[in-house]
């Protein structure tokens, strides 16, 4: 699975769950399930190249 990153809240956002993270909204397929030590996102990279890493999602 790779995670993508859109601006705005889901089209179908019955499908998601929403979670909030120092003020930013996550939502995440309902499918997902996150590990108990938590969920975290970062960015990787240098300059221009960077990507977002998320790392805490059972699969």
Known sequence: MIP???AGTPNNSKSYQKLVS??????LPRNI???PEGLEI?????AFFKQLEVSGLQV
Do not use: C, D
């Open 42 to 46: 970062s960015l990787r990279g240098i």
């Open 22 to 27: 120092e003020g930013i909204n996550v939502y």
């Open 4 to 6: 993508a990153v859109f």
């Open 33 to 35: 399930t996150v590990k």
